[in-house]
């Protein structure tokens, strides 16, 4: 939602936006001033352990071998 309204709030403003998606303007703010929770930050470097597991054979891995690929490297733990 964040980046949706950044996105637009050059062409449209940040209270017409989040008005028309039924969303606080503060909430807005607020979320966009916070800090990564630890869940984002995990996720992130999830995400880069399976965009590495991915650069295999000219990054032409479908998911069963990109899953293959990042559960016999260090990725192999669980989202919890």
């Known amino acids: 939602m964040?980046?949706?309204v950044e996105e637009r709030r050059?062409?449209?403003g940040v209270e017409p936006i989040c008005r028309a998606i039924g969303?606080?303007?503060s909430?807005?703010?607020?979320?966009r001033s916070r800090k990564p929770s630890r869940r984002e930050l995990a996720d992130l470097e999830l995400l880069a352990e399976i965009e590495g597991a991915r650069t295999g054979y000219r990054r032409a891995y479908g998911?069963?071998?990109t899953w293959k690929e990042a559960s016999t490297s260090a990725a192999t733990r669980s989202r919890a």
Request: proline letters at 6%; hydrophobic letters at 40%; zero cysteines.
């Open 2 to 4: 964040t980046a949706y």
């Open 10 to 12: 050059d062409v449209f």
């Open 23 to 25: 969303v606080p303007v």
């Open 27 to 31: 909430t807005h703010y607020a979320r």
């Open 63 to 65: 998911a069963r071998k």
